[in-house]
């Protein structure tokens, strides 16, 4: 009877066991080796991004053009795909596990290494259905790659080859990492290109558009040398006549985006995450058998960290560019159908209307507080849809990031019959009650579920408002807010590390040996 309740998934056992995988270290890794295949993979990352595909024209349309911040990877690059299919393989199998279509306990070591391994192969799915649609008019092979390879057929299936290795790549680095490394390949990667991002909106002495000579409607498109000419080069009948507004909010019209409030937004948003991170319970521990040996146990207001909000960014992604391909396809019922997202590709990849407009990021005060004011954009919204699409925005992004954090903590032996064997392992005890696993749950079981409610809504509330204020290159308000937290979360994990190496009986407490 027992084997019938397993689940389907168990089917793929033959395969899970033969799947390529990077090899589980047997014991302690110590620090150095730790930090060296963190930077040599970091180091990977950067190198790819700036490889471009062979054979691809000059001009190509970006399907993620507008998450690139939470793709992690490089537009037109062998980095094209990013973390893309990683994050959504983890978004499906979540969803089916969480909603009981799949039946796995995931408290159960043997169900949990089913769902680790099915996750692997629906990665490769996931890479592949990303993968494909890129050539249907978006990353188009070039005249010389047709005639080298003997035709557009086969052109095209060297496109799509080199983005499959690449994001093969990436799936093999993040897991790299994770066993051998420091910290998540995942944020890694999220951070390295938003701080990259950021460091460019700051110091870019480039024109706005990216050709011609510096002038009042060229500025420098970073925000520092961009202020300094603004404020150097305008009359006062310029700064009147709409100087000031380019200044401090931007101005579309002109491609200048780095202005002082998405700086001031940048700095609010680093101030915010920095104490919203330190906040945390602190349980007291006490070790069973040694006399006066003592602990805490910090339990943090973002207990799943940033991960709900890269899972629900990620789905966001993925639904702008299904909607994208469904209105440019001949599909009964739903190709072509404004409501569920009009499309212009020839000006942007941002959604024009429909459901998709309603889903996209504001992308900062420019983009929904001036229209909210003005009445309208004059281009078919008026100011009651940008307020809906604002509370739209920030209503999804609270509830996804709750149903994902609750999710999260339960697949991560972070929930609190997960914490309890932890902390029972390590020998440790709440003082003043039984040495007991299942005492020490009930404990953790009024603190947990809470927390990360209140942590899953508390980080989507700030990933949604970060959206609205906006943010320097173009990194949008929740890639700052995930590098942040990563940065946080890498710095706490290198300092764990530092004291596990000179503390051996740490180990046992982090579940490491």
């Known amino acids: 009877m027992a084997e019938e309740k397993k689940s389907r998934l168990y089917s793929l056992k033959p395969l899970i066991e033969r799947w390529p995988a990077v090899t589980k270290p047997e014991g302690h890794v110590n620090f150095r080796t730790k930090i060296f295949w963190t930077i ?108 080298l390879a003997g035709g557009e057929g086969m052109a095209n299936f060297l496109i799509i080859l080199q983005l499959v290795l690449g994001a093969l790549l990436v799936f093999f680095m993040d897991e790299l990492i994770s066993k051998w490394g420091i910290g998540s390949g995942i944020s890694l990667f999220i951070a390295a290109g938003v701080s990259q991002a950021i460091f460019t909106g700051l110091f870019n002495w480039l024109p706005s558009s990216g050709v011609g000579e510096l002038s009042l409607s060229n500025p420098p498109s970073g925000v520092i040398p961009g202020t300094y000419f603004l404020a150097t080069s305008m009359t006062l009948e310029d700064m009147v ?115 998709a407009w309603y889903l996209s990021s504001p992308g900062g005060i420019n983009n929904w507080l001036i229209p909210i004011m003005a009445g309208g954009d004059g281009i078919g919204h008026d100011s009651l849809q940008y307020s809906l699409k604002v509370i739209i925005y920030l209503t999804v992004m609270i509830i996804g990031s709750i149903l994902f954090a609750k999710f999260w903590i339960e697949t991560t032996d972070m929930g609190p019959s997960s914490v309890a064997r932890q902390i029972q392992s390590s020998g440790m005890q709440i003082p003043g009650f039984r040495r007991d696993p299942r005492v020490l749950r009930k404990v953790l079981e009024r603190y947990i579920p809470v927390v990360t409610v209140i942590g899953g809504a508390a980080v989507g509330a700030l990933a949604g408002f970060a959206d609205l ?45």
């Open 241 to 355: 006549g709409g100087g000031y507004q380019t200044m401090f909010i931007g101005n579309s019209r002109i491609g200048y985006e780095n202005a002082i409030v998405p700086l001031l937004g940048t700095i609010v948003i680093f101030l915010i995450v920095v104490y919203a991170e330190s906040s945390r319970i602190e349980l007291p521990l006490a070790h069973g058998k040694v006399r006066g040996a003592r602990g805490r146990y910090p339990i943090r207001l973002i207990y799943a960290s940033n991960i709900p909000v890269i899972l629900m960014a990620a789905l966001l992604a993925n639904v702008n560019m299904f909607a994208m391909l469904l209105y440019q396809s001949n599909i009964p019922l739903l190709g072509g159908q404004w409501w569920i997202g009009q499309f212009d590709t020839t000006i942007s990849t941002q959604p024009l209307a429909g459901g």
């Open 469 to 513: 204020i906006g943010t320097v290159g173009r990194a949008s308000g929740t890639g700052v807010l995930l590098t942040v937290g990563i940065i946080i979360r890498l710095y706490e994990d290198i300092a764990k590390e530092q004291a596990m190496e000179m503390h051996p009986v740490l180990r046992g407490f982090f579940g490491t040996e």
């Open 40 to 147: 040599l993979c970091l180091v990977l990352y950067f190198i790819m991004t700036n490889v471009m595909i062979f054979g691809m024209q000059e001009r190509f349309v970006d399907l993620f053009e507008n998450y690139r911040f939470i793709m992690a990877g490089a537009s037109g690059s062998i980095m094209h795909l990013g973390i893309g299919p990683i994050v959504t393989a983890s978004i499906i199998l979540q969803l089916f596990v969480g909603a009981k279509i799949i039946k796995l306990d995931l408290t159960k070591k043997e169900d949990k290494a089913i769902y680790q391994g099915t996750q692997k192969i629906l990665v490769i799915v996931m890479i592949v259905v990303e993968a494909v649609p890129q050539i249907f008019g978006y990353l188009r092979p070039s005249e010389g790659l047709i005639g």
